[in-house]
């Protein structure tokens, strides 16, 4: 029977191969566009339960977790090269993007008028009465102090923020990058002054809330790999011993972990008694 139909041959094949794994079998008609076919009708009332959840959201780790184990090298589709820019704008949203535009734009500044210049800008405070200056409680976010650190924090912040928006909504990622980047900076001014700056604070909130929403909270579809929370953790203890002799606002890092873990430990309470 005909099932559903799609114009993106990619899309259509990561359905098939992730029903595949469900023990389901679909096959693919080509005509104008790629019709869906399933073998069992008996499965119809299931497979339609996926194919909901499969257009909610397509570019889910278990739909391509399910290519690789169960795709095939034999495929007549043939597929449309994405642009590099499509990919990066199919998992974000439009808060991870606008943020990501403004790093850029202020490291480029930086680049133009020096450091020094922007910290005097941006920086959390350079004296006792913050109140008459509020942006700078989070604008130290948008500061990078070289090509690495702003490139290392940006894929940090599309791969974890991205999946957050695209999942949870924007308001979801606001409130996260708001909450970690006053208190992380707070935390951080306290210990070593104003004069940091980084989005990692932020960076380490969202791994904490998603690490521990997926381990709380499977079916939201926030998951971070336990494998990558312990680099991070890692990465977290080897900037307090200061291994690599490089200025890590560890204090920042460690703040923004236990407010994106308290965050999710708040958001699954409900989930957990259920």
């Keep these: 029977m005909q099932l559903t139909q799609f114009n993106n041959p990619r899309m259509a094949q990561a359905f ?3 029903m595949a794994t469900r023990g389901v079998t679909l096959h693919i008609k080509k005509e104008d566009q790629l019709i869906l076919l399933l073998e069992d009708e008996t499965k119809q009332q ?6 909901e959840q499969f257009v909610r959201d397509p570019f889910h780790p278990r739909y391509q977790a399910a290519s690789w184990q169960s795709g095939t090298t ?3 589709l043939h597929y449309q090269r994405d642009s590099l820019l499509t990919n990066l704008r199919q998992r974000a949203g439009p808060l ?3 943020l990501a535009i ?5 490291y ?8 020094f210049t922007m910290l005097g800008w941006l920086a959390w405070r350079l004296d006792a009465s913050p109140f008459f200056q509020p942006w700078r409680w989070f604008s130290h976010i948008l500061l990078h102090f070289s090509l690495l650190h702003l490139v290392f924090n940006l894929l940090w912040w599309w791969y974890i923020g991205g999946a957050v928006e695209k999942r949870l909504g924007s308001g979801k990622l606001f409130v996260i990058t708001l909450i970690s980047a006053l208190l992380s900076g707070w935390m951080q001014a306290k210990f070593s002054g104003p004069w940091f700056g980084g989005l990692s604070g932020v960076v380490y909130a969202l791994m904490g809330y998603a690490w521990l929403r997926g381990e709380r909270d499977p079916e939201s579809g926030i998951f971070l790999e336990r494998g ?4 991070a953790i890692l990465w977290l203890v080897i900037g307090y011993f200061g291994a690599f002799g490089l200025p890590i606002a560890n204090t920042a890092h460690a703040t923004g972990l236990a407010v994106g873990l308290a965050m999710a430990f708040v958001d699954t309470r409900r989930v957990r008694k259920g």
């Design 16 to 18: 098939v191969d992730y």
């Design 46 to 51: 299931m497979v339609e339960n996926e194919l």
């Design 74 to 76: 034999d495929s007549k």
């Design 96 to 98: 991870t993007i606008l």
């Design 102 to 106: 403004a790093c850029i734009a202020v």
């Design 108 to 115: 480029i500044l930086m680049l133009l008028v020096g450091d």
């Design 228 to 231: 990558l929370m312990a680099f």
